[in-house]
């Protein structure tokens, strides 16, 4: 594997979606809004990285990743402006 820009970009997004993972087990208050924009930017930066890299596997769960996310976040903010 090579270091290009698309790979480094896959990497943050992977890392983001690992620190969402890790903050959601390890916090006593979930954050919707944190945890889904983690996930949803990060679940873009990966799908930038696989239009360089592209895996069709890799591309179809980032897609959905990224459109959970996006539902989750968009629930988050009702909520935030509910209240």
């Known amino acids: 594997m090579n270091f290009d820009l698309a790979n480094i970009i896959g990497l ?3 890392g983001l979606m690992v620190i969402a993972y ?3 087990n390890m916090t ?4 919707f809004t944190f945890f889904n924009l983690l996930n949803l930017v990060g ?3 990966l799908i930038y990285s696989l239009t360089v890299h592209f895996n069709v596997a890799s591309m179809a769960l980032e897609i959905v990743w990224a ?3 996006l539902i ?3 629930k988050a903010l009702r909520k935030g402006k509910a209240s």
Do not use: D, H, W
């Not at 006593?28 to 954050?31: A, E, P, V």
């Open 12 to 14: 943050i997004g992977s």
């Open 22 to 24: 890790a903050y959601s």
């Open 28 to 31: 006593k208050m979930l954050n």
């Open 43 to 45: 679940a873009l930066l």
């Open 67 to 69: 459109f959970i996310a």
């Open 72 to 74: 989750g976040l968009a």
